[in-house]
C-alpha cells in the first residue's frame, strides 16, 4: 500500500484492486484543498480503476530507457515490477506537489547534489549519460520516452536564473531537469530541442529557462513548478484531464482533448490569454513538424487544487521529422493527423481560441518570423558544430516546409 500526500500532507492511501486494477481512498477529514487532482475532488467512496493507476498517479511515471532500468535494477528485489512497483520507487521526488511513500513512512526528499555547470561543461569526463542514470535514476519521478533525470543544483540555492530570488536553504528536492539520449538513436537531439525552444520564447511563449551543454550531450531546464520557499505548484497533463492512461496519449483531437479540455478547467481569468498561447503553441508545432505534440506534452499549472489553472510553460518540443521523415501530427485536426493548411489553423483559432481574423493572422505571422530569426541562429551553429550539419540542415529543411504550408496564406 502506497501513502499519498498533497502539499506536503497526507491525503490518502493507494492500493492494488482486483487482479490489474487500483484504488485510492482518501483519509478521514481531508480537506478538498488537498484533493490530488482537479479530477478527483475529495469524496468518501474511493477512486479505482479496473487496470493499471489512475491518472494522475501514472502522470509522472518514467518511460522507455529510464522505466527499463529501473525495472531491471528492482525486479529481483520485487519479485514483479509493475506500475506500482515503479512509482514506489520514484514517488518520493516526482515532478508536481503529489509525493508517495509506503503506508508508515514519513515524507523525505533527498536528492543528491549535483553541478549543473559540470554537466553544461562536461567536466566530469568519461559517460555523463550512465553516471547521471545510475545516480539520479530513482529520484526521477517524470514521464518521457527520452530517458531525463532530476537533479538538485548545488549553486541553485545561490541564486535561480529565472527569478533572482535565492531558493530555501532547507530544500533538498531537484531543482533542474537534465535531458540526455542515446546520440546512435536521435543524434543532436539537445541541439534539436534547444532550438525549438528559442523559437518558442520568440512567439512569446512562457517558456522555463534552458541550456545546452558545451557538447550538445545535454539539455538542462530549471523546474516551472518550484516555487522558492521549496513548495510545488500543481501539474496535470492533459491525459490526466481527458482521464486516459499514458499509452492513450496520441488519442484524441487538438480540438476537443486540448483546447475545449482546456476551457473547461482553466479556471482562470486569464483563460482568454491563454487560450491564445495554446493555439499559438499548436500551430508552433505544426511549423517546426513535431509530430510529439500529445496529451502528455500540455498541461496546466496552478497554485491551489481549486483556485486558478494556467497553461503550462512549454515542455518537450521537437522538430520530429528530422529524423523521421514521413512523421505527422500525434493527435487529429479536422479529423485528420496531415499537416495542417494555414487556412485550417486560422479556423482552428477562430472557432476554438475565440481569436478574431485579424488576430489570429498576426498570431501565424509572428511565428513565422520566430522561425526565421532562429533559422540565423541555427546557420551559425551548424558553421560552428559540424556534428550538428546533418540535423541542423534537416530540421530547417522541415522548419521551411511546415512554415510554407501551415503559416502562410
Not at 527520452?146 to 540555492?157: G, H, I, L, S
Not at 533572482?164 to 535531458?179: C, D
Not at 523521421?324 to 499537416?339: C, I, M, Y
Not at 520566430?370 to 540565423?376: D, G, H, L, R, Y
Amino acid at each position: 500500500m502506497i501513502k499519498v500526500w498533497a502539499d506536503t500532507a497526507e491525503a490518502g492511501l493507494l492500493d492494488r484492486h482486483g487482479e490489474r486494477g487500483s484504488t485510492f481512498a482518501y483519509l478521514p477529514a481531508t480537506p478538498p484543498a488537498h484533493a490530488v487532482s482537479v479530477t478527483m475532488p475529495v469524496r468518501l467512496p474511493s477512486w479505482s480503476v479496473t487496470f493499471g493507476l489512475p491518472p494522475i498517479f501514472e502522470m509522472n511515471l518514467p518511460e522507455g530507457f529510464l522505466r527499463e532500468r529501473l525495472r531491471l535494477a528492482f525486479a529481483k528485489a520485487t519479485g514483479t515490477f509493475d506500475e506500482f512497483d515503479l512509482l514506489s520507487v520514484v514517488g518520493r521526488s516526482q515532478l508536481g506537489r503529489i509525493r508517495y511513500t509506503g503506508e508508515q513512512g514519513q515524507l523525505h526528499e533527498e536528492v543528491p547534489f549535483q553541478s549543473v555547470d559540470e554537466i553544461l561543461e562536461h567536466r566530469r569526463g568519461g559517460d555523463l549519460f550512465r553516471y547521471l542514470l545510475e545516480k539520479f535514476a530513482s529520484f526521477s519521478g517524470i514521464s518521457g520516452v527520452q530517458p531525463k533525470v532530476m537533479v538538485r543544483d548545488e549553486n541553485a540555492f545561490a541564486e535561480m536564473q529565472h527569478t533572482g530570488l535565492r531558493l530555501s536553504q532547507s530544500y533538498k528536492g531537484a531543482t533542474h531537469i537534465v535531458k540526455l539520449w542515446e546520440p546512435n538513436e536521435y543524434p543532436q537531439l539537445g541541439a534539436n530541442e534547444f532550438f525549438c525552444l528559442t523559437v518558442a520564447r520568440r512567439c512569446g511563449l512562457n517558456v522555463p529557462p534552458f541550456r545546452l551543454a558545451e557538447d550538445g550531450m545535454a539539455l538542462v531546464i530549471d523546474r516551472f513548478d518550484l516555487r522558492m520557499d521549496g513548495t510545488y505548484r500543481g501539474f496535470e497533463d492533459f491525459c490526466v484531464l481527458n482521464a486516459r492512461r499514458t499509452e492513450e496519449k496520441y488519442r484524441g483531437s487538438y480540438e476537443t482533448s486540448v483546447m475545449k479540455r482546456f476551457g473547461q478547467f482553466a479556471n482562470s481569468t486569464h483563460v482568454n490569454e491563454d487560450m491564445e498561447r495554446l493555439f499559438t503553441l499548436i500551430a508552433l508545432s505544426c511549423a517546426l513538424r513535431n509530430g510529439d505534440a500529445h496529451l502528455k506534452n500540455f498541461g496546466i499549472v496552478y497554485d491551489e487544487v481549486q483556485g486558478e489553472a494556467r497553461l503550462a510553460p512549454v515542455y518537450d518540443l521537437v522538430t520530429t521529422s528530422a529524423y523521421l521523415a514521413k512523421d505527422s501530427l500525434a493527435l487529429t485536426l479536422n479529423g485528420s493527423t496531415k499537416w495542417p493548411t494555414a487556412k485550417e489553423l486560422k479556423k482552428l483559432g477562430e472557432t476554438r481560441a475565440g481569436g478574431t481574423p485579424a488576430k489570429i493572422r498576426q498570431i501565424l505571422e509572428s511565428i513565422d518570423e520566430a522561425v526565421q530569426e532562429t533559422t540565423k541562429e541555427v546557420r551559425s551553429y551548424i558553421k560552428e558544430h559540424s556534428e550538428f550539419a546533418e540535423t541542423g540542415q534537416r530540421m530547417l529543411n522541415q522548419w521551411e516546409s511546415g512554415s510554407v504550408l501551415s503559416l502562410r496564406v
